[in-house]
């Protein structure tokens, strides 16, 4: 049976509402005549503005409902597909809201904003539906944890062969053994690079060494090498993992902070409506 994603979710389902959403909200504001062109303080724009703020609000109540499982007002892949594309609708209803008119204000500030949100949830929609398959492949049958394993099994294979080496590729190894990391600053994570990897260094330094080297020596260096290489492998699947799931991750850090930018900008474009106007 084939996956089934969050876009199709029963049969495109809040693809056609929100587009139903769209469409309304279309015609109603060309049908709308007003004394002047349709804006943000008639009773389209009223309406709008109304339908606008609940889909924000239902919106950001997403947040609580997938941690909610206990609950059956849905499931989480059904509100989540009504999340992607009533965030969609959201762009046009809004902007619909707006009449177009926009200044250096603070309700073009929350309109910023509510588009920014909007953009940061469509890199997420890519990110969940690109990176999850790349980390299988990138996995194949292993979990991170077992290529960890591995990679501490060639440690210990690599120095207890490497002890009946000379002195100088001791060194190397010994360093490429003991200086392997995994992570650390953002910048590897998110690359998935080390470019002081110390295994990397060993490899590029043993053949160069080797070269001196004659008989049961030169083939106890080859086997060092061939370890290396295999270790090498699964650090780049190690960290390529990491960097996928930290993909995963990162956007929340813009997108959940600009919901609660956005929610404050909504808040007091509100009251200041309710207030002033």
């Not at 594309?85 to 200044?103: Q, R, S």
């Not at 501490?152 to 002890?163: G, M, P, S, W, Y």
């Not at 009946?164 to 053994?177: E, G, H, K």
């Not at 799931?245 to 990162?250: I, N, V, Y």
Request: glycine share 8%; charged share 15%; hydrophobic share 50%.
């Amino acid at each position: 049976m084939r996956h089934q994603s969050i876009l199709e979710y029963a049969h495109f389902r809040w693809l056609k509402a929100a587009l139903g959403l769209s469409i309304l909200a279309g015609a109603a504001y060309l049908w709308h005549d007003p004394p002047m062109k349709p804006y943000g303080g008639t009773w389209l724009g009223y309406a709008l503005g109304t339908a606008g703020a609940l889909i924000i609000l239902w919106l950001l109540w997403f947040g609580v409902r997938k941690r909610s499982y206990l609950s059956r007002a849905g499931t989480v892949q059904g509100w989540l597909s009504a999340h992607v594309y009533l965030g969609t609708a959201l762009l046009v209803v809004a902007t619909l809201h707006t009449g177009f008119e926009l200044g250096w204000n603070l309700h073009t500030l929350a309109y910023v904003l509510m588009v920014a949100t909007v953009a940061s949830g469509f890199y997420g929609v890519y990110i969940y539906l690109s990176v999850p398959g790349l980390m299988t492949a990138n996995r194949g049958e292993e979990t991170l944890d077992a290529m960890l394993l591995k990679i501490a099994d060639l440690d210990r294979e690599i120095r207890e062969q490497a002890l009946s080496l000379p002195d100088r590729i001791l060194v190397v190894v010994n360093a490429s053994l003991d200086g392997t990391r995994l992570g650390g600053s953002l910048a590897r994570v998110v690359t998935g690079r080390d470019r002081g990897c110390p295994t990397a260094a060993a490899l590029r330094a043993l053949p160069e060494i080797g070269k001196t080297l004659s008989g049961e020596a030169a083939n106890l260096h080859h086997e060092v090498y061939t370890l290396l290489l295999r270790k090498s492998e699964l650090l780049a699947r190690a960290r390529r993992d990491l960097r996928f799931k930290a993909r995963l991750d990162l956007w929340l850090y813009a997108h959940v902070p600009l919901s609660i930018a956005l929610l404050a900008a909504l808040a007091a474009h509100v009251v200041s409506v309710f207030l002033y106007w």
